[in-house]
């Protein structure tokens, strides 16, 4: 068609047009270069006005999966996969994507946030569905660092409005320590500090339990205090050869990374076996101090309930006579009801004191009450 012009890619006159989504658009039968875009009505006020707009700014151009979200839903299929999860699983991730991507705040993040969308998509999932995955796996595959996934995901289950809730303690222990360089031999590995999964895997749960129970988990993040009890079930199994290990190199003989606070909470788990092993005439003549107490951890374990009973029936242990600092501990809960009114003891305060400062306002405080009671009523 002369009448039309040439094309600009090859310099054919063979121009013809088409109808490409009830759009009239004049194209290169040579080389299939779009010449011209046509003009397409909207559904909307432009319609019954009869005004006529580009199909870049109609409804149709809205409706269409963008670039990124088409790639960020790949991203979440692949990432299923590479995990092995269920059909259902991808489903339900691709479905939360789609649902966040939605919102403008997303929609106009930049790529890292968009990467990272895709794991908490994923996460979330996992733990609807009570699938042990760990936060720090999906940060390992990503490339992610952990606050910024973690900041993301909270800030999507309370976008979305999802019901997430917590992995169960057991199933962590199990993902976690079946993530362990230490059940077999390798160049790295030396024999000796190789150890069967399954007894590991026990004692592990056995000292996380007694954690539970002894408040070193509550409020705290997790994975610090089973990288403490794992390290301490690997050394009971074999205390002869491990106990020279210190807790930095059983985890780079592991291949896994030490969380910051894990040498704290091996401290404080080392200070409950020592006020249990107390408990325990035969090992109260040994003067046990936390490196021989590791060679009778399955002792202590063995008779758990009973001696943790025993050793915070009356809250903490009165052990500044002995020159050493008090461990941290929190009470065992009572077992009645509690109405708010009964008495606290003045040990069971100075456990709960954090700081010196807190310290210090107490001895005030205690000095300016007792000074007060000294002070004979006025006749």
């Known amino acids: 068609m002369p009448g039309r012009g040439r094309c600009p890619d090859c310099g054919s006159t ?42 870049s700014r109609s409804t149709g151009e809205n409706e269409q999966v963008s670039r990124s979200q088409q790639r960020g839903l790949r991203r979440v299929r692949d990432l299923c996969r590479v995990l092995q999860l269920p059909p259902t699983f991808e489903d339900t991730a691709v479905a939360y994507y789609q649902q966040a991507y939605r919102h403008s705040g997303i929609r106009a993040a930049r790529l890292q946030k968009k990467e990272v969308l895709v794991g908490c998509c994923v996460l979330i999932t996992c733990r609807q569905h009570n699938w042990p995955l760990t936060m720090g796996a999906i940060c390992t595959l990503l490339y992610a660092d952990l606050d910024v996934f973690s900041s993301i995901y909270l800030q999507i289950v309370k976008l979305l409005g999802l ?38 895997l026990s004692r592990t749960l056995q000292l996380v339990e007694l954690a539970n129970e002894t408040w070193l988990v509550t409020g705290r993040h997790p994975l610090p205090v089973i990288t403490a009890a794992t390290f301490l079930a690997w050394q009971s199994l074999q205390p002869a050869d491990r106990l020279s290990c210190s807790l930095a190199r059983f985890c780079k003989l592991a291949n896994v990374d030490l969380p910051y606070p894990a040498s704290s909470r091996l401290q404080e788990l080392l200070a409950v076996l020592l006020r249990m092993a107390e408990q325990l005439a035969w090992l109260r003549v040994l003067r046990l101090d936390r490196r021989s107490v590791v060679k009778h951890i399955g002792d202590l374990l063995q008779h758990r309930h009973s001696l943790v009973r025993l050793a915070f029936r009356d809250g903490t242990a009165e052990v500044e006579t002995r020159g050493k600092e008090p461990p941290r501990i929190c009470p065992a809960p009572p077992v009645s009801t509690v109405t708010g009114d009964e008495n606290i003891s003045d040990s069971e305060i100075e456990q709960y004191l954090r700081t010196p400062q807190e310290v210090r306002d107490f001895q005030r405080a205690q000095a300016a009450r007792q000074a007060a009671m000294s002070v004979p009523n006025p006749p």
């Open 163 to 200: 019901d997430v809730p917590s992995l169960c303690l057991a199933e962590l222990v199990k993902t976690y320590c079946s993530s362990f360089k230490l059940f077999q031999a390798s160049p790295s590995v030396p024999a000796k500090y190789v150890e069967d999964k399954e007894k590991m």
């Open 14 to 55: 063979e121009l013809v047009e088409d109808s490409h989504y009830s759009q009239s658009q004049l194209v290169c039968s040579d080389c299939g270069c779009v010449v011209t875009e046509g003009l397409l009505t909207t559904t909307f006020s432009d319609e019954g006005n009869l005004r006529e707009v580009t199909y």
